[in-house]
């Protein structure tokens, strides 16, 4: 069909999710956030009481959970074990401690295999830490997108003015939520040899999108 598979990895606030959507957009292909699935398996674990310390109880609700991605006029909802769950898993109390649950081998292995699964017909866009590396390893197109932690955080920040939380917070947040990705055994967050390192701190979204797009197009 023509269609390549594209992935885009980086830290926590870099964008990637926004500009992942747009670049599926505009390519009419299929986009699939990573991130989400993690933050899906979060909610259900911590909606039944499991600790991320307690791995061998993880590991008996792993085959259970069921975590679809539906595409929505809105963007894209999150579906949980039947329950939409699109709302509930950006939540400060899911995005604390996500980084947690997904150090565990075994769930990695479960929500891997879904995401191989997903694109193995070609034409998907997809985000997280792990893709260039270890779901996607034969992406045609891999892009490993960063900025500064400051400008993360400030991205972060105009998205969530209401919740009240600090900049200076959300920047401690993120340094470690970036720590814990980076540091962790299985499938660290790390920039794939044949990746394309994009620093977005002084970019805007558009030229993020028209810089991807046009890698694609060299990528065919
Ligand atoms: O992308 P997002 O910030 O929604 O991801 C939430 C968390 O899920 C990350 O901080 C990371 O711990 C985990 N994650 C992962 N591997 C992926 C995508 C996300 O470990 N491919």
């Known amino acids: 069909n023509g269609k390549i598979n594209i992935a885009i990895d ?24 990573t991130g989400a699935m993690y933050r899906a398996a979060t909610w259900y674990l911590m909606k039944h009481e499991v600790l991320p310390e307690d791995v061998q109880e993880v590991l008996q609700h792993v085959p259970k959970m069921v975590i679809e991605l539906k595409p929505d006029p809105s963007g894209q909802k999150v579906i ?3 329950v939409d769950v699109t709302a509930e898993i950006r939540s400060l109390d899911v995005t604390g401690n996500v980084s947690r649950y997904a150090s565990i081998a075994g769930l990695r292995e479960h929500l891997t295999s879904g995401q191989r699964r997903m694109a193995e017909c070609k034409g998907v866009v997809m985000d997280g830490r792990d893709i260039g590396t270890t779901v996607l390893p034969d992406a045609e197109l891999k892009v490993f997108m960063t900025a500064s932690v400051k400008e993360r955080a400030l991205r972060r920040f105009k998205e969530l003015r209401e919740v009240g939380i600090t900049l200076e917070q959300l920047e401690r947040d993120i340094a470690a ?8 055994e299985v499938s660290p967050l790390r920039r794939s040899e044949d990746a394309i390192m994009l620093d977005t701190t002084h970019m805007d979204i558009e030229e993020v999108v028209d810089t991807i797009v046009s890698y694609c197009k060299t990528a065919i």
Not at 14 to 29: F, I, P, W
Not at 177 to 184: I, T
């Open 177 to 184: 939520r970036d720590k814990l990705d980076e540091d962790r």
């Open 10 to 33: 980086g830290p926590a606030g870099a964008g990637k999710s926004t500009v992942a959507r747009r670049v599926a957009e505009a390519l009419s292909y299929v986009y699939v956030d």
């Open 80 to 82: 949980c074990n039947g």
